[in-house]
């Protein structure tokens, strides 16, 4: 197991940013692909972002380019998620997920449980 725990989320205005953090007290996350996916409810869970654990290349989904931006800090053994220009409609429940270490996939197998962020009109 990885125990991940999300902080961060909260409510705010749209055009507001929000900055979401992950980490975990047990397992070093520095050698994993570290994720952040969200959901709605009724939605399926979609992904976000996603920093490879080596390199550090990044993923966005198309919705987000440009207004978030995925980090990590493996000396603070942390992944967080910054959120600029938020819109109503990333309202949902973000998850931090991660892969298992030095993996060559971005299968993530451990999930936090979440944080909610709500973007007020």
């Known amino acids: 197991q990885v125990p991940l725990v999300e902080s961060g989320g909260g409510l705010v205005q749209a055009g507001g940013s929000l900055r979401l953090s992950c980490s975990s007290s047990t397992r070093t996350l520095s050698s994993r692909t570290m994720g952040w996916f969200r959901q709605t409810p009724g939605k399926e869970r979609e992904f976000v972002a996603a920093?490879?654990?080596?390199?550090?290349?990044?993923n966005y989904a198309d919705s987000v380019k440009g207004r978030f931006t995925i980090s990590k800090d493996n000396g603070k053994n942390a992944v967080y998620l910054q959120m600029n220009n938020l819109k109503p409609e990333d309202t949902a429940v973000y998850y931090c997920?991660?892969?298992?270490?030095?993996?060559?996939?971005?299968?993530?197998?451990?999930w936090g449980q979440g944080t909610q962020v709500t973007v007020s009109s």
């Open positions: 920093v490879w654990w080596t390199g550090g290349r990044t």
């Open positions: 997920a991660a892969t298992a270490p030095r993996s060559e996939n971005s299968n993530f197998d451990y």
